[in-house]
């Protein structure tokens, strides 16, 4: 999404989050200040609270009979107050998807790049707290793929053996104590056709 999309009447969304999110990030892009007014299963109101609350522009969002999508039905896409950089909306959450790329690239993220990353593309003035915080759980998040992925592999190994009965497959771990974490260390597999091959 850039700065210059506008929504439309009859737009569907896969579910009411999506919506949420692509309202967010265009208000966040074009520096408007909105604020979701009703906010339940079956419909969604988002109104600007530009020039404290009198402002026009109007969005409203309903759920799609017999499905999850929601449709815009409502929409005054013109807004009658000025910009507001407050960054209400950018919460250390919402931060911390944005910046998870870079910290997975293992691009060392300081808070003033973070702060200077999400300013050059949105209109938010974002507190160094706050981007603390979207770091640390960014961080998190990209410490912890590896760790799930790791947690699968027993499953993906108990598979493959009850697919291929007479497939070789070890895995080692290294564990110092009962106390620590098993560690995966490395993997040996052999199918069972390149066995009789030798």
């Not at 700065?3 to 949420?20: D, N």
């Not at 931060?95 to 999400?118: C, D, P």
């Not at 979207?134 to 992925?149: D, G, L, M, S, T």
């Not at 009850?162 to 110092?176: E, G, Q």
Request: aromatic share 10%; with cysteine; hydrophobic share 35%.
């Amino acid at each position: 999404m850039n700065r210059e999309y506008e929504f439309q009447v009859g737009l569907e969304f896969k579910s009411l989050s999506q919506f949420k999110e692509a309202v967010k990030e265009h208000a966040l892009l074009n520096g408007r200040d909105i604020r979701f007014r009703k906010n339940d299963k079956v419909r969604c109101r988002v109104v600007c609270k530009g020039r404290k609350g009198k402002c026009k522009w109007i969005c409203f969002a309903s759920k799609v009979g017999g499905s999850d999508c929601f449709r815009i039905n409502t929409l005054n896409g013109k807004h009658t107050c000025g910009k507001n950089y407050s960054g209400r909306l950018a919460s250390s959450s919402w931060i911390s998807k944005k910046i998870a790329n870079n910290i997975s690239r293992g691009e060392e993220m300081k808070l003033a790049k973070v702060i200077q990353t999400i300013q050059d593309k949105y209109m938010a003035n974002i507190s160094v707290g706050k981007v603390y915080w979207a770091r640390r759980k960014a961080r998190e998040e990209v410490h912890r793929q590896p760790i799930q992925q790791y947690a699968k592999l027993r499953d993906y190994c108990a598979e493959i053996l009850r697919a291929n009965p007479r497939f070789s497959l070890s895995i080692l771990v290294d564990r110092p104590s009962l106390t620590h974490q098993p560690r995966f260390m490395r993997m040996y597999m052999c199918l069972d056709v390149v066995k009789k091959g030798f």
